[in-house]
């Protein structure tokens, strides 16, 4: 079994900045075992919809992200670490939402716990 935990959630002003962890652990065997780790977020009354995502090859980390985020929020990894991150800046208040992580290894999909993101006008 493995586990995501998210954290780094809160309030914060439009215009300022978050950053987002995600830290997988439980059965994992190597870094390569996560193949791809993603961001969602649901606003309330809303779909989830993808945000962004990270694919592990041999060769290193290849990001990218949805348009609405596209220049703010930037996804990075942390092979060492099994962790992922969501840089997010110029937050705005359309960008408040519960915040989740996915993660595919070994060929099974997780999904963290979610963490709040408020952004006030």
């Known amino acids: 079994q493995v586990q995501l935990v998210e954290s780094g959630g809160g309030l914060v002003q439009a215009g300022g900045s978050l950053r987002l962890s995600c830290a997988a652990s439980g059965r994992i065997f190597s870094s390569s075992s996560i193949s791809l780790m993603r961001w969602y977020r649901q606003a309330p009354g809303k779909q989830r919809e993808l945000v962004a995502a990270i694919v592990y090859t041999s060769r290193g980390n290849y990001a990218n992200s949805a348009d609405s985020v596209k220049g703010r929020f930037t996804i990075s990894r942390d092979n060492a670490k099994n962790t992922a991150y969501l840089q997010m800046n110029s937050l705005k208040p359309e960008d408040t939402a519960v915040y989740y992580c996915?993660?595919?290894?070994?060929?099974?999909?997780?999904w963290g716990q979610g963490t709040q993101v408020t952004v006030s006008s």
């Open positions: 996915n993660a595919a290894v070994d060929g099974t999909d997780y």
